[in-house]
């Protein structure tokens, strides 16, 4: 089976928000570094901090309940088992949801390797 790539699979996932996002600045281990997904080595590298903001209508922090399912949600990177993304500081896209469909595409993308 094909593994996903960015520019066949993923990119046009995130096409009618790069405008909106191309002036995102995101820290890093050196500073900050300018946010752009279109570019393949800019989404690669801040990867994770994607991944948390498109999983950042997963859970009704008003009720105190999950919106998706155990599979969709997010595990903390580094966290225990079972613990998974509640909190994220600014969603994307800040209008609502990305459809399901693609944020579990983004996810596998990920589980794959990221392949350009």
Known sequence: MKKLS?????????????TAMSGVN???ESG???LQLGDYE???????????????????RINGKWLVKPEERL??????????VKEVAHPM??????PQEAINLYDQWVREG???
């Not at 960015?6 to 996932?13: A, G, N, P, R, W």
């Not at 590298?45 to 950042?56: C, E, K, L, N, S």
Request: glycine share 8%; charged share 20%; hydrophobic share 35%.
């Open 26 to 28: 995101l820290a890093t």
């Open 75 to 84: 595990p903390v990177r580094g966290g225990q088992h079972g613990e998974f």
């Open 42 to 60: 800019s989404v690669k590298f801040f990867y994770y901090q994607i991944q948390v903001a498109i999983h950042g209508y997963d859970y009704d």
């Open 6 to 18: 960015f520019k066949d699979d993923i990119k046009c996932l995130f096409s009618k928000y790069a």
């Open 114 to 116: 990221m392949h350009p």
């Open 93 to 98: 896209p800040p209008a609502g949801k990305m």
């Open 32 to 34: 900050t570094s300018v």
